[in-house]
C-alpha cells in the first residue's frame, strides 16, 4: 500500500433528494464484510479547500464489560465501531489568519448523513474511478448535526455501530448535508464567530445550504487507524480543515 500523506478526492454535489452512489453499491453488496481506513484527504466546496478525511484510531474500551459478553462478542467477530468528526483546534481554540485576523468561532455546525464505513478489497483508491469492491459495510442514513467548536471533546460523535464486523475499515463515505432543523436549519455548514484585527471586530456567519457527497480511502499516518478487534472498539474520523478557508498566518 503506498506510503502517501494525502490522497486527492473528488467531491460531488449531488442533489438533495438523490441517493449517493456508495449506498446504491452498498444496497447492491447486501453480504459483503466491512472494513476500511481513512487518510488526509482534501477536497473542495464552492472553490475553498475546505474539508480532509482524517482516519480512524483505534479505542480500547474502558469498560469491556462482564467476560461472558466479550466471550460472546468474540465468538461472532463483531466490535463496536464509532465515526467521528473533528475540526481540529483550529476551529476549537481559534487561530491568526494569513492575513492576521484572530479568527474564533462560537459554533461550527455540520450536517452529516449516510455516513458508511466499508471493508474493501482490494483498498479502496478514489483516484482510481472505479466503485469499491465492498466486503462488508455498516451505514447510518438520518442526519447527525454537530457542533465542532464545542470543546467539551476533542471530537464529535457522528454514528455508533454496536455491533460492526471486526476487520479493517479502509474507505469511509458520508454526505454533508442540511440540518433538518435547530440553529442550523437548512444550512448544511454554519459557521458563527469573529474576527478581530487590532481595535477592529467583525461578527460573522458563513452559511453552505448545499449537499456535498464524499467517498475517501484507506489512512495512512503516524497511527494506524479503523482495524477493529472482535470485542473491541474503533473509530473513524473525518476532518474538517478551516484553516485552509482561512489561512493559518503561523504556518
Same mark, same amino acid.
Given at each position: 500500500?503506498?506510503?502517501?500523506?494525502?490522497?486527492?478526492?473528488?467531491?460531488?454535489?449531488?442533489?438533495?433528494?438523490?441517493?449517493?452512489?456508495?449506498?446504491?453499491?452498498?444496497?447492491?453488496?447486501?453480504?459483503?464484510?466491512?472494513?476500511?481506513?481513512?487518510?488526509?484527504?482534501?477536497?473542495?466546496?464552492?472553490?475553498?479547500?475546505?474539508?480532509?478525511?482524517?482516519?480512524?484510531?483505534?479505542?480500547?474500551?474502558?469498560?469491556?464489560?462482564?467476560?461472558?459478553?466479550?466471550?460472546?462478542?468474540?465468538?461472532?467477530?463483531?466490535?463496536?465501531?464509532?465515526?467521528?468528526?473533528?475540526?481540529?483546534?483550529?476551529?476549537?481554540?481559534?487561530?491568526i489568519s494569513k492575513d492576521g485576523w484572530a479568527i474564533r468561532f462560537e459554533?461550527?455546525?455540520?450536517?452529516?448523513? =449516510?455516513? %458508511?464505513? #466499508?471493508?474493501?478489497?482490494?483498498? @479502496? &483508491?478514489?483516484?482510481? /474511478?472505479?466503485?469499491?469492491?465492498?466486503?462488508?459495510?455498516?451505514?447510518?442514513?438520518?442526519?447527525?448535526?454537530?457542533?465542532?467548536?464545542?470543546?467539551?471533546?476533542?471530537?464529535?460523535?457522528?454514528?455508533?455501530?454496536?455491533?460492526?464486523?471486526?476487520?479493517?475499515?479502509?474507505?469511509?463515505?458520508?454526505?454533508?448535508?442540511?440540518?433538518?432543523?435547530?440553529?442550523?436549519?437548512?444550512?448544511?455548514?454554519?459557521?458563527?464567530?469573529?474576527?478581530?484585527?487590532?481595535?477592529?471586530?467583525?461578527?460573522?456567519?458563513?452559511?453552505?445550504?448545499?449537499?456535498?457527497?464524499?467517498?475517501?480511502?484507506?489512512?495512512?499516518?503516524?497511527?494506524?487507524?479503523?482495524?477493529?478487534?472482535?470485542? =473491541?472498539? %474503533?473509530? #473513524?474520523?473525518?476532518?474538517?480543515? @478551516? &484553516?485552509?478557508?482561512? /489561512?493559518?498566518?503561523?504556518?
Amino acid at each position: 500500500m503506498p506510503d502517501i500523506p494525502f490522497l486527492l478526492f473528488r467531491a460531488s454535489k449531488p442533489s438533495r433528494n438523490s441517493s449517493p452512489s456508495w449506498l446504491t453499491w452498498i444496497n447492491q453488496s447486501a453480504s459483503s464484510p466491512l472494513g476500511f481506513t481513512v487518510k488526509a484527504i482534501l477536497v473542495t466546496m464552492g472553490g475553498l479547500g475546505l474539508v480532509g478525511l482524517g482516519g480512524c484510531s483505534t479505542i480500547r474500551s474502558s469498560n469491556p464489560g462482564s467476560s461472558a459478553k466479550a466471550a460472546t462478542h468474540q465468538a461472532q467477530g463483531t466490535g463496536e465501531l464509532e465515526i467521528r468528526a473533528n475540526g481540529e483546534d483550529f476551529v476549537r481554540d481559534g487561530f491568526i489568519s494569513k492575513d492576521g485576523w484572530a479568527i474564533r468561532f462560537e459554533h461550527l455546525y455540520v450536517g452529516l448523513a =449516510d455516513v %458508511a464505513a #466499508l471493508q474493501t478489497k482490494p483498498p @479502496f &483508491d478514489p483516484d482510481w /474511478g472505479v466503485k469499491p469492491n465492498i466486503q462488508s459495510h455498516v451505514n447510518q442514513a438520518p442526519v447527525t448535526v454537530v457542533d465542532l467548536a464545542d470543546d467539551s471533546a476533542p471530537t464529535a460523535l457522528v454514528a455508533q455501530f454496536p455491533k460492526a464486523q471486526a476487520g479493517r475499515y479502509n474507505a469511509l463515505g458520508w454526505r454533508i448535508t442540511p440540518a433538518p432543523s435547530g440553529p442550523s436549519q437548512g444550512q448544511s455548514l454554519s459557521l458563527v464567530g469573529q474576527a478581530t484585527q487590532g481595535s477592529e471586530t467583525i461578527s460573522f456567519v458563513i452559511d453552505w445550504d448545499e449537499s456535498y457527497q464524499y467517498l475517501c480511502g484507506d489512512f495512512i499516518g503516524d497511527q494506524r487507524k479503523g482495524i477493529l478487534k472482535a470485542g =473491541d472498539r %474503533a473509530d #473513524l474520523e473525518a476532518t474538517f480543515h @478551516f &484553516d485552509h478557508v482561512f /489561512g493559518d498566518g503561523d504556518a
